[in-house]
C-alpha cells in the first residue's frame, strides 16, 4: 500500500503498524516480533522526523552519501524534546567497498553484504574501529539480473566463508528483494523459499536471527511467510517525487 490522499505521515504509519499486526495475528505469530524500517530514501529531515515521532525508529538509507547528509540532524532529533528516541540506522542499499569506512560504527545493520570482498572490506574497517557489524546476507532469489544479490546456495557458502574467516563481521540473517508483482501473491513463493533457506542456516548459525524481505507493495504477505524486518517507505510517505 501507498500512502493514501489527505492521510498525515502519522496516520500512514499507525495504518501500516495496524496492518503488520493483523499479519502477524493471521500467521500465528507473537504480536510485535516484527521491525518496521521506514525507508527514508530522498526523505526530507522534516518529514523523517514526524515518522520518528509516530513510532519510525529503525530508518533504512539505501546510499551512504544521503544517510551521512542526514544522519547528524536525525540524532539531534533523537536527543531533543521531552522525549528521547532511540534512533537505528540500517544501510539497506548497495555497498560500495570504498564507501564503508563511512557507516562503520553508525549502522545498526548493513543489509547488502552479497560478496566476499565486501566483508572483507567491512572487516578491516570495522577492525581499524574497534566494533562488531552485523551484516545480512542479501539474496535474489529470482535470479533478476538487474538486481543484487545471490542466489540461496550461494548465501549459504558465503555465510561459511564469512563465519570461518573473519572475527569481526558477524552474519545475522538474510536479506530478499524479490521481483515487483500487481499482486503480492505472485511473489508468495520467493518469500517461502527464502524463509527455507533462512530455518535451514539459522539451524546451523545461532547469531541467524534477522530475515528482512518485503517491502510497501508486499510486506503482509512476507510477514505471513516470516519475515522479521520489512522495508516500507512510500506506504509511509507517498510515492516518491521524481528527479529531474
Known amino acids: 500500500m501507498e500512502g493514501k490522499t489527505g492521510m498525515t505521515i502519522g496516520d500512514n504509519m499507525r495504518e501500516i503498524q495496524s496492518c503488520i499486526a493483523a499479519a502477524e495475528a493471521r500467521a500465528g505469530r507473537t504480536p510485535g516480533t516484527v521491525t518496521l524500517i521506514c525507508v527514508t530514501k530522498t526523505r526530507t529531515v522534516t518529514e523523517m522526523s514526524e515518522a520518528v515521532r ?25 536527543g531533543t524534546g521531552e522525549k528521547k528516541y532511540n534512533i537505528k540506522w540500517h544501510l539497506i542499499g548497495q555497498l560500495q567497498r570504498n564507501k564503508v569506512k563511512y557507516i562503520i560504527g553508525k549502522t545498526s545493520l548493513i543489509h547488502s553484504v552479497d560478496s566476499f570482498r565486501l566483508a572483507e572490506e567491512i572487516e578491516r574497517c570495522a577492525k581499524e574501529a574497534k566494533v562488531n557489524v552485523g551484516v545480512l546476507i542479501q539474496v535474489n532469489p529470482a535470479g533478476e539480473m538487474q538486481k543484487a544479490g545471490v542466489s540461496l546456495p550461494e548465501a549459504e557458502l558465503l555465510t561459511r566463508e564469512i563465519d570461518g574467516g573473519l572475527t569481526r563481521v558477524r552474519v545475522q540473517g538474510l536479506m530478499s528483494v524479490v521481483p515487483i508483482a ?9 518469500f517461502r523459499e527464502v524463509k527455507q533457506t533462512f530455518d535451514k542456516m539459522a539451524a546451523a548459525y545461532p547469531a541467524f536471527r534477522h530475515l528482512s524481505m518485503g517491502m510497501t507493495h508486499d510486506y503482509e504477505v512476507a510477514i505471513e511467510e516470516g519475515a522479521t524486518m520489512v522495508r516500507v517507505g512510500a506506504g509511509i510517505f507517498g510515492p516518491r517525487a521524481q528527479r529531474e
Open 182 to 190: 500487481e499482486d503480492p501473491e505472485e511473489v508468495r513463493g520467493y
Open 54 to 78: 509516530s513510532g519510525a525508529f529503525d530508518l533504512g538509507e539505501n546510499r551512504v552519501q544521503e544517510m551521512m547528509e542526514k544522519y547528524g540532524a536525525m540524532q539531534d532529533v533523537a
